[in-house]
């Protein structure tokens, strides 16, 4: 039997179901990745790390993955007709397009084997009895933990891969940008402190390790192994899982509030360049998004710290904000970045409440007391575009009447 492998999000040799799949039954198969053109990630810096993945990827499979660029579907059709290929194997996956995707491949006329392991706990198992998703973290969380389990990652001989000869379609040569050795640390001496740390952005007490994880680099079961003495830790990846599912039953979050609010959100386009750049005059946003343009990378209540200040300091959609953080993050995931967004915003499955606004200065003197990470950070000064309060109590306000105008509107 002639298997094709499509990789997706599952850009590792070890601990790899597929792989395993095909070393298994002895099929003689085609490593294959496309870069489509529509894949959102291509407008990111995150692209640069799945390039690092599948060249270091490549490398250990002694060169045998074929890299293609165009439209997913006519290449695989085309390798189906050029080399007899009875079977595509790929890992599945829960983003609108790829669904649209995996749907599409049915027309293929060959098997389609899809491997769930993206996950610890696939979307229909992760819902109510009812069979609809869980809008409170708890009750979800308390649902996966029991049906998680953090297995041994396994292994099998590589050299058994019975890859076939193709044309030549090399996968280009790029840089590794993950920091092993630091995640290396992180399992090995700070885990068991992560629930003291796991907040302080001045030092480094999280585990680094997302952009891994988002590319498959790494499965989530070894994760979840080695994390596995930190209910703290182990808690977090249930908050990957839970905006993962809500993604796939509700494709539409994507670009749409989950719980729609008219609010008359601020196009200014000059405040919003303004906080991209840095120059919001709150010294803890500037130095986070600083952070963020120069190295693709900032710790998680820094990100909510910058979105809670560009939603309800400055009024701005947090779709905005979502497109800039998707650019610009090395570890970019559309369910994570929209999840966030909207838990942010007041309009997600879960979310904060929008009377809930963190002050930059209140965060600063509690984060960064002796002011180490904004020193580390900031690149000039500037004058405080908002007052802080005012805007603070205009959303609110705004927010408030908002939301009863979408009742009225719904009732
Ligand atoms: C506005 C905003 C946008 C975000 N956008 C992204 C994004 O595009 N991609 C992304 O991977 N994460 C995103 N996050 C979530 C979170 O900030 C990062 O996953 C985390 O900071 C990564 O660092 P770490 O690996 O050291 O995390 P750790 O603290 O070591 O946590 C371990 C893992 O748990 C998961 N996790 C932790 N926090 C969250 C969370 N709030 N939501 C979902 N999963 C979480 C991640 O997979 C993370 O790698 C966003 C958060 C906010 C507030």
Redesign the pocket.
């Known amino acids: 039997m002639k298997s094709l492998y499509l990789f997706r999000k599952d850009l590792r040799a070890g601990d790899h179901p597929g792989l395993e799949y095909l070393i298994d039954r002895q099929r003689e198969v085609i490593l294959l990745y496309v870069e489509d053109p529509s894949d959102r990630l291509l407008k990111s810096r995150?692209y640069e790390v799945r390039r690092g993945l599948l060249s270091r990827l490549d490398r250990l499979l002694g060169r045998k993955i074929h890299f293609e660029r165009g439209d997913t579907l006519s290449i695989l059709k085309g390798y189906i007709e050029a080399f007899g290929v009875e079977e595509v194997v790929l890992q599945k996956q829960y983003e609108p397009w790829e669904v649209a995707l995996q749907e599409a491949l049915a027309s293929l006329g060959v098997g389609v084997m899809m491997i769930e392991d993206y996950l610890l706990l696939s979307p229909e198992r992760g819902l109510k009895h009812d069979d609809t998703l869980y809008l409170v973290f708890k009750a979800f969380y308390d649902n996966w933990r029991k049906k998680i389990s953090p297995g041994s990652p396994f292994t099998y001989a590589l050299g058994d891969l019975r890859s076939m000869k193709v044309k030549e379609a090399p996968v280009p040569v790029a840089p590794d940008p993950v920091d092993y050795a630091r995640i290396d640390t992180?399992f090995n001496e700070d885990v068991p402190r992560?629930q003291d740390i796991?907040d302080e952005f001045t030092r480094e007490?999280?585990?680094?390790?997302?952009?891994?994880?988002?590319n498959g680099g790494i499965s989530t079961r070894k994760?979840l192994y080695l994390?596995r003495i930190s209910d703290a830790?182990i808690r977090?990846?249930a908050?990957?899982e839970?905006?993962t599912h809500w993604i796939y039953y509700y494709p539409d979050a994507v670009k749409e509030d989950f719980r729609p609010v008219a609010y008359p959100w601020s196009t200014n386009r000059e405040d919003f360049e303004k906080w991209q750049r840095g120059e919001t005059g709150y010294d803890l946003v500037d130095a986070a998004m600083n952070q963020l343009n120069r190295e693709g990378?900032?710790?998680?209540?820094l990100?909510?710290v910058?979105?809670s200040f560009l939603i309800k300091d400055l009024h701005i959609d947090w779709r905005w904000?979502?497109a800039y953080?998707?650019e610009k993050?090395l570890?970019?995931?559309?369910a994570?970045?929209v999840?966030?967004?909207q838990?942010?915003a007041g309009t997600g499955a879960l979310h904060q409440p929008y009377f809930r606004v963190l002050s930059p200065l209140a965060q600063s003197a509690r984060f960064d007391p002796e002011g180490v990470y904004v020193r580390a950070n900031l690149e000039g000064s500037h004058e405080p575009m908002v007052d802080h309060k005012t805007s603070r109590i205009l959303f609110i306000e705004n927010f408030k009447q908002a939301q009863q105008a979408q009742k009225n509107k719904e009732a």
């Open positions: 995150g992180f992560y796991s007490g999280t585990a680094r390790i997302s952009a891994l994880i988002n994760v994390g830790f977090q990846l908050w990957r839970y905006y990378w900032i710790h998680g209540r990100r909510m910058a979105a904000g979502e953080f998707h993050l570890d970019a995931d559309t994570l970045n999840g966030n967004w838990w942010m």
